[in-house]
């Protein structure tokens, strides 16, 4: 009977008792490398809730794409990127910045902008239009603007387009010599008998882009004088046209 108590409390005291938890020792180099990983993923995280993306697009005064370099700075921050095809992109922290833009061709402009602290934003910058002083002469202590005037019926050549680069393709033409053999010339586009744009003519062949609607005369002029002309009515298909120069 007695032996019977002994074994009841043994087992009761079995039972109470917890039960012991393995531990097993992390090696110290995969410790190190838990921890360095840790500390990269929670970097990555803060910064990339703590930069924005600014999607830079840059145009010409007429509305076209153009090539340049934008740089945005704050303090000592300051971040830049150049254009291909108009467009490039800037990763930065949020904040206020001053945006430079320095075109290929052209006049610098700066413009103000607010980076949010995440996500993406659009800045627009746009080369201003040339400006042209007025040319002035001074005699005797008197200064008097000085003036060109056009005489009647001819067709200026100032302040024309380059017609040679843009978005939508709308000429492809060729120019032939008096022996059908391709050949260089001064492309010039005319409407209603007033020039309005040039075009670069390489190895006898031209294009010219973003055009309205509408009737033109195109008009090559050869290295020895010689002229030919032809007109187009531009409306969405692109027209190849072929200008032959008369022999001298």
Sequence with gaps: MTFLRHAAAESRTVLCRRPRTMSL???????????????????SASLALADARVDVEVKDASGRLASGQVTLTAGSVSKSCNTVGGRCSITIAAGTY?????????????????????????????????????????????????????????????????????????????????????????ITLEQNGRAIGTAKCVGGRFAMYDLAAGTYRVVAAGANGVRATTNLTVRTAILRPTLRLAAP
Excluded: E
């Design 98 to 186: 001053q945006a430079r833009l320095i075109p290929s061709s052209g006049a610098t402009t700066t413009k103000q902008v607010s980076v949010p602290a995440s996500g993406s934003i659009r800045l627009l910058l746009q080369i201003p239009a040339p400006t042209t002083a007025p040319t002035t002469s001074t005699t005797t202590g008197t200064t008097k603007p000085t003036t060109t005037t056009q005489s009647q019926g001819t067709t200026p050549t100032t302040n024309l387009r380059n017609l040679s680069a843009g978005q939508r393709l709308l000429v492809q033409g060729s120019v032939l010599d008096a022996s059908g053999r391709l050949a260089n010339a001064t």
């Design 25 to 43: 020792p992390l090696h110290p180099r995969r410790a190190s490398a838990f921890w360095t990983l840790l500390a990269v993923l929670s970097m």
